[in-house]
């Protein structure tokens, strides 16, 4: 089956879509029975393109959700097609009768999706919520003038306050993508104009690579150390959260003076082993 695609302005898509005859009540009928009973795909082709000046139509009503009306349109689009299979020309209403909830549902849980990357309509009641609330709140401004508190909204829905809150403070917050265009004709996005005060990728490669060559050096420095000097080093220099000179001495029997000794000694050792730690091991020996 094809559709015409929403390409180009929206002025010239409708153009293309006034082409197709809206159907008579009896024409639509024969389609849909061709559809059903043959799988016939030109009659159900037909059925489709005589309607989408309605999913245009509906797709207005939700413009102001800050999404393109041609994306809306494209998936409105959708839920028709998906109406014609599914519709039964037998029952006894016009198929847009029937195809106009489907055409809804495909527009709404695309504005759902596209709304934020965490889920704000998780249950049928808050994806009814979140389309019912803009509308509820301008009903109620353009009856008193001044903005409606949420238990207000509240008891014009039949929800509580706190569900009105809730859902108020996830539509007041969008999500943005970073690679999205700051404007639809422009070749700059968002990504652009982030400001970063870290270091560029070359100083942090060089800074990386001067780390890992420090450790290796650092790693061989200590295989020359003793095992009481490699534990204090390990354990009092090298740790997040260095032990004391007690600690150690506890450890190894020893009195607090001679574990601040035995560190001197290995502090030194280090500073012989990689020179360019000389400087560094002097100030912590003092």
Same mark, same amino acid.
């Given at each position: 089956m094809e559709v015409p695609a929403v390409t180009g302005t929206l002025d010239l898509y409708m153009a293309e879509i006034s082409r197709f005859p809206i159907l008579t009540a009896e024409e639509e009928f024969r389609?849909?029975?061709?559809?059903?009973?043959?799988?016939?795909?030109?009659?159900?082709?037909k059925l489709v393109v005589s309607n989408l000046r309605f999913v245009v139509k509906i797709s207005h009503e939700y413009r102001?959700?800050?999404?393109?009306?041609?994306?809306?349109?494209?998936?409105?689009?959708?839920?028709?097609?998906?109406?014609?299979?599914?519709? *039964?020309?037998?029952? =006894?209403? %016009?198929?847009? #009768?029937?195809?106009?909830?489907? $055409?809804?549902?495909?527009?709404?849980?695309y504005i759902i999706k596209s709304w934020s990357l965490v889920k704000i309509g998780t249950t049928q009641a808050q994806r009814k919520l979140f389309f019912k609330l803009s509308q509820a709140r301008k009903k109620l401004e353009s009856l008193s003038e001044k903005r409606p508190?949420?238990?207000?909204?509240?008891?014009?829905?039949?929800?509580?306050?706190?569900?009105?809150?809730?859902? *108020?403070?996830?539509? =007041?917050? %969008?999500?943005? #993508?970073?690679?999205?265009?700051? $404007?639809?004709?422009?070749?700059?996005?968002?990504?652009?104009?982030?400001?970063?005060?870290?270091?560029?990728?070359?100083?942090?490669?060089?800074r990386k690579e001067e780390m890992a060559l420090v450790q290796h050096n650092i790693a061989g420095a200590l295989a020359k150390l003793n095992e009481k000097e490699s534990f204090i080093i390990r354990n009092r220099v090298m740790a997040d959260n260095p032990l004391t000179l007690q600690a150690i001495g506890d450890r190894y029997h020893i009195t607090r003076e001679r574990a601040r000794q035995i560190e001197k000694q290995a502090l030194r050792k280090l500073g012989l082993a990689i020179p360019s730690l000389g400087g560094e091991t002097k100030l912590l020996e003092g």
């Open positions: 389609l849909a029975v061709q559809l059903v009973k043959y799988n016939d795909m030109e009659a159900a082709e102001n959700y800050g999404l393109k009306l041609a994306d809306l349109v494209q998936e409105g689009n959708i839920g028709l097609m998906h109406a014609v299979r599914k519709f *039964d020309p037998y029952k =006894g209403y %016009r198929l847009i #009768s029937y195809a106009v909830w489907w $055409i809804r549902a495909y527009i709404q849980n508190e949420f238990a207000e909204i509240a008891a014009t829905l039949g929800v509580r306050p706190e569900e009105i809150e809730e859902m *108020d403070i996830r539509m =007041g917050s %969008r999500d943005l #993508s970073l690679d999205a265009h700051v $404007i639809d004709d422009g070749e700059a996005t968002h990504m652009d104009y982030l400001m970063y005060d870290g270091e560029d990728q070359e100083t942090a490669l060089i």
